[in-house]
């Protein structure tokens, strides 16, 4: 009798958790669907957000995507207005100013941590992406890919996980101005030049030059934002 109410309460246990999960990976895959659209301007900054049309559109009821606003809301994407509704974030030049010397912090630390500690192959795998990248300078959506993908392997190998979270957090609202900033005339060619210098000092373990270089880069890349 007791093995049997254990099975019981072992598959009760079971539906309820996959009643639980069901809707969080729902409202996940919506928060990623608008995110993208974000990123890609389909959903322009400042743009109401129709949740009764993207409701319909996806075939999903409102309960799950205003739990995938909220997320984009925490994320600072989405800006939720009394009364009013969802509206994708407009960045405004303090926004970009706060985000940008935060960014300039934590990565120039992190550069400073991956001289010192990097092992030789960390670093030939930096060295490979700033190659890709290099390569990538006429592609836009795969530069802007692979450029992302170096600066969060840089932090990944610096090892700080909650500095991970906090940058990932701040590069997603960069993104809503970065994109655009990054192709400005010449504005390629300078980012590939800051990156070669980074690139070198960090092989050198230069950690007070890698510092700086870093710190350099979101200079520029504010200057270019603005």
């Known amino acids: 009798m007791i093995h049997n109410y254990e099975v019981k309460i072992r598959a009760s246990m079971t539906r309820m958790a996959a009643l639980t999960l069901a809707p969080r990976a729902l409202y996940e895959e919506v928060a990623e669907l608008l995110r993208e659209r974000i990123f890609a301007r389909d959903m322009e900054p400042g743009a109401w957000i129709d949740e009764i049309r993207i409701a ?58 991956v001289a010192h500690r990097a092992s030789d192959e960390e670093l030939l795998e930096l060295q490979a992406l700033h190659a890709e990248l ?24 610096a090892g700080n996980r909650w500095r991970d979270q906090v940058v990932a957090d701040l590069r997603k609202v960069m993104k809503l101005n970065r994109q655009a900033s990054l192709f400005k005339t010449g504005r390629v060619q300078e980012s590939l030049a800051e ?12 950690a007070r030059r890698s510092v700086e270089r870093m710190q350099a880069h979101f200079a520029n890349g504010l200057e270019a934002a603005g």
């Not at 984009?72 to 974030?89: D, F, I, S």
């Not at 795969?142 to 840089?154: C, D, G, K, P, V």
């Open 56 to 113: 319909e559109e996806l075939g999903i009821s409102r309960t799950p995507l205003r739990e995938a606003l909220k997320v984009l809301a925490a994320e600072g994407l989405v800006t939720m207005k009394v009364r009013r509704g969802a509206y994708v974030t407009e960045v405004s030049e303090q926004d970009l100013r706060e985000v940008y010397h935060l960014l300039s912090l934590l990565e120039s630390d992190a550069a400073g941590e």
């Open 134 to 157: 290099e390569a990538a300078s006429d592609e836009r959506a795969r530069f802007f890919t692979i450029n992302e993908q170096f600066h969060m392997r840089l932090l990944e190998i």
């Open 195 to 206: 990156h070669r210098a980074l690139m070198e000092a960090l092989v050198r373990r230069d």
